[in-house]
């Protein structure tokens, strides 16, 4: 007689991560070091990337210096929440764009980089 030997393995299996509010504060601008110093040391740079990647026009950030309110910043920001479903109001947004710019386009880009890749695999081998 012969024996059999069965061996299994645990399969992954799919975790998303899609929430109605941002993956990360106004102010986490340093869990993306590399977005961080790019933001802080070129903000146009940065911002003109972000809008790019939104899915925008590389070079509209670039009207945000004609007025007090930044109107690219605060749309980019209420176009992000509306593609992704997170919960806010034009009103923080516009403080946000206004008061904290560079911080409101490091949380942007961050949610965008988070949200295009949703998809986290577990293993579950003990």
């Given at each position: ?6 061996v299994s ?22 869990q993306?070091?590399?977005?961080c ?8 740079c940065?911002?003109?990337k ?6 925008e ?5 670039l009207?945000?210096?004609?007025g007090?309110?930044?109107?690219i ?10 593609r992704?479903?997170i ?17 409101s386009?490091?949380?942007?880009a ?11 695999f577990?293993n579950?081998?003990?």
């Open positions: 007689m012969s024996e059999r030997t069965v393995q645990p399969r992954p299996y799919i975790m998303t991560t899609v929430n109605n509010e941002w993956n990360s504060g106004i102010c986490d601008c340093v993306d070091l590399p977005q110093c790019l933001a802080f040391w070129c903000p146009c940065f911002a003109c972000t809008s790019y990647e939104a899915g026009c590389v070079c509209l950030p009207l945000d210096g004609c007090m309110i930044p109107p910043g605060t749309a980019i920001r209420v176009s992000t929440r509306q992704y479903g919960e806010g109001t034009i009103c923080k947004d516009c403080c946000y764009a206004c008061c904290c710019g560079p911080c386009w490091c949380q942007v961050r949610e965008i980089k988070a949200r295009t890749n949703p998809i986290t577990i579950l081998s003990a």
